[in-house]
């Protein structure tokens, strides 16, 4: 059985920093990518950014240069480092298990999904 359990969100000003943190259980984590996606209220849930078992990475563009996602395969964690956060981060962010880039360059969801942790950038 697979899960996925986030921490690390909470209130902070806008500007700030916020790293995300997500533990995987039940599955082979090194092989797998891991991906960060996120859900406005009101609004449909986006990709953020995503890790291959390789350490390639890619990013929505909204997030290019100031959020950066990374892995410790020893701790079987993908964390996502926010900088420079701004109002319209707002969100849950929820963690997923085995995303993918399609050949025609969209991003394919993971089939397991975490809890998700609230994020909220404040003025």
């Known amino acids: 059985q697979v899960q996925l359990v986030e921490s690390g969100g909470g209130l902070v000003q806008a500007g700030g920093s916020l790293r995300l943190s997500c533990v995987a259980s039940?599955?082979?984590?090194?092989?797998?990518?891991m991906g960060w996606y996120r859900q406005a209220p009101g609004q449909q849930r986006v990709f953020v950014a995503l890790?291959?078992?390789?350490?390639?990475?890619h990013y929505a563009d909204s997030v290019k240069g100031r959020f950066t996602i990374s892995r410790d395969n020893a701790k079987n964690t993908v964390y996502l480092q926010m900088n420079s956060l701004k109002l319209e981060d707002t969100a849950v962010y929820y963690c997923?298990?085995?995303?993918?880039?399609?050949?025609?360059?969209?991003?394919?969801?993971?089939?397991?999904w975490g809890q998700g942790t609230q994020v909220t950038v404040s003025s």
């Open positions: 890790i291959a078992s390789g350490a390639y990475t």
């Open positions: 997923n298990a085995d995303p993918a880039i399609t050949t025609q360059g969209n991003i394919r969801d993971g089939i397991y």
């Open positions: 039940g599955l082979i984590f090194s092989i797998n990518a």
